[in-house]
């Protein structure tokens, strides 16, 4: 990966593994980046890297060069979790989980498509979720954001061209097409022009805290912005409208004030 940010991210205090994850789904880094920035030491970062390298969650993408030449690994989080769905009865309590935010009847179903890309981002995150549970209590909604974003950048931006309201346009033909979900354009007030609605990749009803796949739908967003326009525009955090069929909001308004605001609307 080429444009790897200088500067490191603010990490909250927690579990140890659970930072490691969340920044190594990011972006590469090494272990002594790692330890500087958790401000934790290498033995112990070693450690974690180590059994997360055993589970088959993160692997080496590269090496970069440090003092005296020394070259360290660097890590990151697999593109394709390799594990499988929950088959014994041991994985009920993560089928509970999962059974307010994935419909696996709709993955069964989905996997008779032609549409490939849809399919496999909904395995994607049927598999993502199910294993993270293992690994961390607090941060999924972090990682599963941040995995967006890069599908947002690295699959979904070069596709398009540079301007926004076509650019828009496209991901909603992209979405459909895909199987990804439906996006209907609505009339948008002032502050708000337009808005989008998303009904996407199984989530329905989400929780309070908007679920995994709102925050996954949120990154792809932010990353397809991103790759296009740099900072020029944010997004906000959500709201939630409804309630038989919830539609989750994230504002979608230009980093200058000046600028016109748009909110997408992912139902």
Not at 16 to 33: A, F, G
Not at 178 to 194: M, V
């Amino acid at each position: 990966m080429d444009n790897i940010s200088s500067k490191h991210p603010q990490v909250d205090k927690g579990r140890v593994r659970e930072n490691i994850i969340n920044l190594l789904s990011q972006q590469p880094y090494s272990l002594t980046d790692l330890s500087r920035i958790l401000k934790v030491s290498k033995p112990t970062i070693s450690y974690h890297l180590t059994n997360l390298s055993k589970n088959g969650i993160i692997r080496v993408i590269g090496t970069k060069s440090g003092r005296g030449g020394f070259r360290s690994k660097l890590y990151i989080l697999k593109e394709n979790l390799d594990k499988n769905l929950p088959i014994s009865s041991s994985d009920t309590h993560y089928l509970d989980l999962l059974s307010g935010i994935f419909e696996s009847n709709k993955l069964e179903w989905e996997m008779e498509k032609k549409h490939n890309l849809g399919n496999k981002l909904q395995i994607f995150l049927y598999q993502s979720f199910r294993l993270l549970r293992n690994v961390t209590k607090t941060r999924h909604h972090d990682i599963f954001r941040n995995y967006g974003k890069r599908v947002g950048k690295e699959v979904i931006a070069t596709k398009f061209d540079k301007n926004i309201k076509n650019n828009l346009n496209m991901l909603t033909d992209f979405f459909e097409e895909n199987d990804i979900g439906n996006i209907k354009l609505q009339l948008g007030d002032e502050k708000y022009h337009p808005e989008y609605k998303f009904q996407c990749l199984g989530c329905f009803q989400a929780r309070e805290n908007g679920g995994p796949v709102c925050n996954f739908t949120k990154g792809i967003i932010e990353g397809f912005l991103e790759y296009n326009y740099g900072k020029r525009y944010e997004i906000g955090e959500r709201r939630k409208e409804g309630t038989l069929y919830e539609s989750c909001v994230f504002p979608m308004r230009r980093s200058k004030k000046r600028g016109r605001a748009e909110a997408i609307n992912i139902e």
